[in-house]
């Protein structure tokens, strides 16, 4: 699978953005499509994960209410809304793909393949 995020930018905090993942690849069905982010100096972390088909999404406790995992599959992109931003919402983000299915993959190690991140900066 192939992934290429996009939508990164400089935004003040409180603002909105919208972040896209365009999705390539075969046997998508069998796939959790998932975000993650870095800010500098600490690691990686989970934001969210949508299933390819079902709609099923999970996003961790933090962000839950404020980030937003979506699919358009006629697109083949899955997006990542992200409102009343703070400055710690400052970080790479970065989609990736799973195989796992039997639970939500929301640990980095279950996610096969990984696009480039889009740095987002959140002002204060």
């Known amino acids: 699978v192939q992934l290429q995020a996009s939508g990164g930018g400089l935004v003040q905090a409180g603002g909105s953005l919208r972040l896209s993942c365009l999705v390539s690849?075969?046997?998508?069905?069998?796939?959790?499509l998932g975000w993650f982010r870095q800010a500098p100096g600490k690691e990686r972390e989970f934001v969210g994960t949508?299933?390819?088909?079902?709609?099923?999404?999970d996003s961790i406790d933090a962000m839950r209410g404020r980030f937003i995992v979506s699919r358009d599959n006629a697109k083949n992109t899955v997006y990542l809304q992200m409102n009343s931003l703070k400055p710690d919402d400052t970080a790479v983000y970065s989609c990736?793909?799973?195989?796992?299915?039997?639970?939500?993959?929301?640990?980095?190690?279950?996610?096969?393949?990984w696009g480039p991140g889009t740095k987002v900066t959140v002002s204060s």
């Open positions: 990736a793909a799973s195989r796992v299915t039997v639970v939500t993959p929301t640990l980095a190690y279950e996610y096969d393949d």
């Open positions: 690849g075969r046997d998508l069905d069998s796939y959790y």
């Open positions: 949508i299933r390819w088909r079902g709609g099923m999404s």
